[in-house]
Every structure is written in C-alpha cells, then in structure tokens.
C-alpha cells in the first residue's frame, strides 16, 4: 500500500473538469455469432434482447441491444459468419479485462446450477465488501456476477465507497474488507441491510 501524497485522491467528490458524466448508457463489444450471443446473454443471464438492427458503421454486422437488468445496455456487433471461441482472451493495453453484473445473492445457488447445466465453470470468492462469481462467456470473456454485501442505494454507492477507502487506509489494511464498509454505512447515516450469502474463500477470480 503506497503512501505516496502524488497519488490521486480518493473521493465521491466531483472532480474540477470541463465536464461530468451523468452515467454509463452503453457498452459495445465485438461479439461472435447472433446465436451464440443471445444464447449467452439472454438464455443463460436472462438480459432482454430490447434491440436488433445493422451496426450504422458497418451494415454488413447487427448490433444486438442487451438489458442488463437496471436499464444500463450492453450490446454486441456480431457477424454470422465469426464462430464463437472460449478459449480465454489475451490482454493488452485498452482491451476488456471483464464485465461484472450485479445479481440476486438469493439466487446464487441457482446460479451456479444454471452455469453447470450449460457447461459454463465457475470460481466463487469472497470479496471483502462484495461476493462474486467469475465465469467466461462463449468467446472467453471474464464475466463477474457480484453482489455487494449490503443493500447499498445505487445513489449513494461511489460516496460509500470512498467513505469505505478511507476507513481501509486508516487502518492500515491493504484490502476493502466488511469492517470498513459497515464503519462506512455507520459514519454516513445509511441504515443498510446485510444481505444473506454462502461462505467462499478470499483470492483472485479467473484470468
């Protein structure tokens, strides 16, 4: 853990910029096949396909429009002709290390079930202030399908985490861990509620 005073501050605090983002509207990801991709995303994670049209810089390819669950889209350029492979993908410099949803943690068990069925493996890891499960889709993206370990307002989710940051440096830990998110909700007022998940080791999910 660095001391560093050069380090950028850690703060919920708009920054002093030309201007602010207002949230995410979109991701877009070079997909394989239409089948495969919907047969993923929406069959397996059960996000709405809400758009199907030809991707406006190249209508030889179909943009598939995805609803991850709270209105935030995530959306797919794919071509039939590209097969799908899942083997896992090499990183570099401005490529998707992975994409992490939220999800239900009452249905974890049915979750992994689900993952199973479809031969999709799993890792499951306890992640200090929040539980994962981390999987690859069928072109060997790292997916992360993550709860946090209370039920924080989206709203109030950046200030509870730099509040949280704070409390972790104070201590002298190297990890976020539930003790500084609990002494976070407390400092703020929010009277969050824990949410009931399985027991699983701490470590690194899948690369």
């Given at each position: 853990m660095s001391d560093d005073p050069s380090e950028a501050p850690i703060t919920a605090e708009l920054p002093d910029s030309p201007f602010h983002t207002t949230g995410t509207d979109h991701v877009t990801l070079i997909g394989s096949n239409e089948a495969d991709t919907i047969e993923f995303y929406r069959d397996l994670l059960g996000m709405p396909l809400v758009l199907r049209q030809p991707n406006l810089d190249d209508p030889n390819s179909t943009h598939l429009f995805f609803d991850s669950g709270d209105g935030r889209i995530v959306t797919f350029f794919v071509t039939d002709d590209r097969q799908s492979n899942s083997a896992p993908l090499r990183h570099q410099v401005g490529s998707v290390?992975?994409?992490?949803?939220s999800i239900d943690p009452g249905e974890f068990e049915t979750i992994k079930q689900a993952l199973e069925h479809d031969g999709f493996g799993?890792?499951?890891f306890d992640r200090g202030i929040f539980h994962s499960l981390?999987?690859?889709?069928?072109?060997g993206l790292t997916i992360e399908l993550a709860t946090d370990k209370y039920d924080i307002p989206d709203e109030r989710r950046g200030e509870v985490l730099a509040t949280t940051q704070r409390h972790r440096v104070q201590d002298g830990a190297e990890f976020a861990e539930a003790q500084h998110l609990e002494a976070a909700l407390e400092e703020l007022g929010l009277d969050a509620d824990p949410v009931e998940l399985p027991d699983a080791p701490t470590g690194a999910g899948v690369e």
């Open positions: 290390h992975h994409l992490a949803f799993y890792n499951e981390y999987t690859r889709d069928h072109n």
